[in-house]
């Protein structure tokens, strides 16, 4: 498969008081103008990748997701950005791509204004203008999350909608994003659930009805409207009482505003903890109501029937990350049992898939990531040491190329003082105009082989070298997690992918690393 140019534009919300220098059309423009004027870019394949209202301080956006995906595959052979600071504010997260895993996969990387190509920094960013111009990413960005998160808190208060996405039922205004309109056949499906909840419908059986009638889910609909949010369309395909729930309980379908549900944790985190509700800020009346608070009200009463799961403890170990092997949607947490387990709860709606309704402890899809992990882990251990076994063979490679580079310069220079000496025995007049002009031609023939040779020897040296180098410290970010250890979310989290349960005994860990890791044994198998 033909390896093709990424484009990379990234517009965060913050970016839309930085005016037309910032916008995606303006990056766009930047990045183009700068492909047509690379000869070598000419008539290759180039792919955009978009993050529009995502901030940069940390990699959880799905633009960059889909990127690093294609990436991992062998896919891009180039990434070009407008500037560091469009493929991130982070100075760690963004040293660590740029000058370990990028050049070891073979990427080339290039910030257009910021006069950087990863070509002509090989093995390191070279100077140290690079990673200064990060760390002042990184410290403008929380200075700008201060005021931003200050600016707002404000805008919150005056019922200002800011969220990057409308809530299911309504839509943005195209003309003013902070304005919700009523998104019609969504707001019906609203009507539709509240309506059953009337008749005294559980959260159960209306999730059923929906599904027997082939209603559309919330997810599906915007993703089939044109929304940017990553949709697995096979998990979500299906109404759940969880979603019925949350919907029920949605005091916005009133014309309630509600802000302030959530804060950041930490500046450039992007992890959020929930606020108490009595710190939330509730306008009546600020966005155009589906239902009537009448209706809403009168459910109240009964609001047990449509009662969801408690607020999930997101610090458990794997949260979001263990799913069905038959219907690949996020299995159910029950954590109020003497021993946790999980279930899919997609076997209560359909049968379409087989799944079954057994219940699998949390503690035995621990231990077998605990196991799986230990094992990947022991087959890091082993790869870091061969890289480190190659650097040493390498260094012994090297001192010979050397050498042969040396004999080859020696010869280099013999054969052009036979040059000169051509000149001068030319116009001394001992030989003739063809001859010198033939004999010049064939020493000249002789050195530029000569040449190719010599670079071809230390270019294939700094091939090796480079590739070795990224691989090692490749491999030294995941090592701090030593086998036998308890897993933890933070190793889960950065390891794992998902947790695929089929039975008991069919427990498959799959990892966040694995294309990377397959590349990293393709390419040292031909390097070593």
């Known amino acids: 498969m033909d390896k093709y140019i990424t484009e990379y534009l990234r517009l965060s919300q913050d970016d839309d008081n930085a005016g037309e220098s910032n916008s995606i059309t303006s ?7 700068y492909i047509g004027a690379v000869p070598e870019f000419s008539g290759l394949p180039v792919k955009e990748f978009i993050d529009d209202g995502y901030s940069g301080t940390n990699f ?19 990434i070009i950005v407008k500037d560091f600071s469009r493929f991130g504010r982070q100075y760690l997260e963004v040293s660590k791509f740029i000058e370990q895993i990028f050049p070891y996969l073979g990427v080339r990387f290039i910030a257009v204004n910021d006069h950087y190509d990863s070509n002509n920094h090989k093995g390191t960013t070279a100077d140290i203008d690079v990673p200064i111009r ?41 003309t003013d994003k902070h304005r919700l309109l009523i998104d019609e056949p969504a707001a019906e499906i609203i009507r539709r659930i509240f309506a ?3 008749e005294s419908r559980s959260a159960f059986q209306i999730a059923d009805r929906l599904n027997a009638d082939g209603v559309i889910t919330p997810a599906l609909y915007k993703k089939r409207n044109g929304s940017k949010l990553a949709v697995n369309d096979t998990a979500r395909a299906l109404w759940t009482n969880g979603m019925v729930s949350r919907i029920l309980r949605d005091e916005r379908y009133t014309g309630m505003f509600i802000g302030g549900q959530h804060e950041t944790t930490q500046i450039g985190s992007g992890k959020k903890r929930h606020t108490p509700q009595e710190k939330w800020i509730r306008i009546p009346g600020a966005l155009p109501a589906i239902i009537t608070p009448e209706l809403f009200n009168s459910l109240a009463a009964n609001r047990q029937k449509f009662k969801g799961s408690t607020k999930p403890n997101t610090d458990r170990i794997l949260y979001k990350k263990v799913r069905c092997g038959y219907c690949g949607h996020v299995m159910q947490y029950i954590g109020d049992a003497p021993k946790p387990y999980y279930l899919c709860d ?7 898939h087989g799944c079954g309704r057994d219940r699998f402890r949390e503690q035995q899809i621990i231990d077998a990531v605990k196991t799986a992990v230990g094992s990947q882990i022991a087959v890091m251990f082993d790869m870091e040491n061969l890289c480190r076994n190659g650097k040493k063979e390498l260094s012994q490679g090297i001192r010979a190329a050397q050498t042969a580079a040396e004999r080859l310069d020696n010869e280099i220079g013999r054969l052009q003082a036979f040059k000169r000496q051509l000149y001068e025995r030319y116009k001394g ?21 000569k040449i190719a040779e010599r670079n071809a020897l230390l270019a294939g040296n700094d091939e090796q070298s480079n590739t070795l180098n990224s691989a090692h410290e490749f491999f030294g970010s995941f090592l701090k997690y030593q086998s036998g250890i308890e897993p933890t979310s933070e ?25 990377e890791l397959e590349q990293v044994i393709k390419t040292l198998e031909g390097k070593i």
């Open 196 to 198: 059953l909840a009337a």
């Open 27 to 33: 990056q766009r423009q930047i990045i183009e103008n």
């Open 491 to 515: 190793m889960v989290n950065e390891l794992v992918e998902a947790v695929y349960i089929n039975d008991a005994d069919r427990i498959e860990v799959r990892f966040s690393f694995r294309d």
């Open 134 to 174: 990060n760390m002042i990413n990184a410290m403008y960005s929380k200075d700008t999350s201060k005021k931003v998160k200050s600016a707002k808190r404000t805008q919150v208060q005056n019922g200002v909608f800011s969220n990057a996405f409308a809530p299911f039922g309504y839509m943005k205004d195209e």
């Open 346 to 352: 997609t076997a209560r709606y359909t049968k379409q």
């Open 60 to 78: 959880e956006r799905p633009g960059v997701k889909q990127l690093l995906k294609a990436v991992r595959k062998g896919e891009v052979s180039c």
């Open 429 to 449: 007049g001992s030989i003739d105009k063809t001859t010198f002009m033939c004999e010049r031609e064939t020493v000249e023939r002789d050195v530029n082989s």
